[in-house]
DNA sequence: AATTTTCCTGAATTTGGATTTAATGACTAA
DNA sequence: TTAGTCATTAAATCCAAATTCAGGAAAATT
């Protein structure tokens, strides 16, 4: 039995990493229904490999959607990254919980989940417990923006981090599917619409 | 050659019918991913009759989910029969656009049908067009009522009927996820709460 | 009634992917 | 060194599902 010493679970914890990362991309492209050998293809590697690793691919899945949607919220929280004034958050806020384009590999992993989540508790929880954590983001953000008396809430702050949420969402699906006249920037003017009924504030403003 | 008559096509379309409706339910219950022998068991046949009729089992899938959201649409639309005052019908409308619970099948279809349509163009198409025909019912109803004096529009009625649907949409992936605290009742409030802010009307109304 | 066509089953076959396993090289610790 | 563990592959095996097909019942046509 060794001991684990620093280098040794640095590398493990970079192997998990690829084979998290692999599965991501896997399904990213291949849906829910993606197979063993697209996730080894994905890793370089055998599927024996992967077995070796997560005996269960379902395993494996789970912990990459796990990590997945963790790594979606922290980017937000980052882009807020030294931003103060509450009108400046909410603009970027809204402009990146949007996919760019049909290609954004982290949103098309969220969608292939989305409609997995009805017939699956496990992505069920995992996609609930995301909503309520970007709900409660908005929501810290608005209340800021109301104390400081830069947003005049229509509603209660919850129920306006709701639809702020849910609109983000549904357009997120939207640019996915490619419409042909709902790209990045008219999603996030339609969501910039609700924002400014509901703050009072004429969004969106400039961002340094 | 046979000429066509009225009852071989009776029971022709019947058939039919009851093809699509199995592929319905089984893809509600499966997922996209759904087996030739699952569809066959919800029709009560073996892989081998469907095989007869759809010689390829992506085209029955196809048919089967246009049908689902040609039925879906033309509830809504059914719904609304005989309702005349705007205010009426846009809460009626909000109402029957999300799913009752975490059973509905329709909507369940949709749901899976809304992940796969990242990858899948055919699906994309379809989903992308469904959305559009509901943001047109909505914007002839904002249109209306505000012709008539009853609604105060905020923006123009794109702007609002593209939001009202988005957000039925996003709530009715986040019921059939079971969300713990947002049931098909709370999601109907915090549509109306927006609805009210972009109609200036004191939504929802009762409705006979 | 006889014939043809339609629809379907059950069994045989094929296919594609998961799983197991023996062998191997790389690294680690004594 | 040497022995042992770890990570991996490639090949063999297994399994489930798709596909094919000969045959037969039912329906339609003559």
Redesign the interface.
């Known amino acids: 039995m060794a001991k684990t010493s620093g280098r040794e679970s640095r590398q493990k914890s970079a192997k998990r990493n690829d084979l998290l990362e692999a599965a991501q991309r896997a399904m990213a492209?291949?849906?829910?229904?993606v197979r063993l050998n697209q996730v080894a293809e994905h890793a370089g590697m055998t599927s024996g490999a992967i077995l070796y690793h997560y005996p269960d691919l379902q395993d494996l899945l789970v912990d990459a959607n796990r990590a997945g949607m963790e790594r979606f919220y922290t980017e937000r929280v980052a882009a807020l990254e030294g931003i103060n004034d509450p009108a400046e958050r909410l603009t970027v806020t809204i402009t990146s919980g949007l996919p760019v384009a049909?290609d954004d590999e982290e949103v098309?992993l969220l969608?292939?989940?989305?409609?997995?989540?009805?017939?699956n508790t496990i992505?069920?929880v995992l996609?609930?417990a995301l909503?309520d954590r970007q709900v409660a983001m908005y929501q810290t953000l608005l209340d800021t923006g109301a104390t400081q008396g830069v947003f005049q809430l229509?509603?209660d702050s919850l129920?306006i981090a709701?639809?702020l949420?849910?609109?983000e969402?549904?357009?997120g699906?939207?640019i996915?599917?490619?419409?042909?006249t709902?790209d990045h920037d008219v999603a996030a003017n339609?969501?910039f619409?609700?924002a400014r009924?509901?703050t009072s504030h004429p969004l969106p403003v400039e961002t340094t």
């Open positions: 492209e291949h849906g829910t229904a049909q098309r969608c292939a989940l989305g409609g997995e989540a009805a017939r992505y069920a996609l609930t909503f229509s509603s129920t709701r639809n949420v849910a609109l969402d549904a357009y699906y939207r996915m599917a490619s419409h042909p709902l339609l969501i619409d609700y009924l509901a």
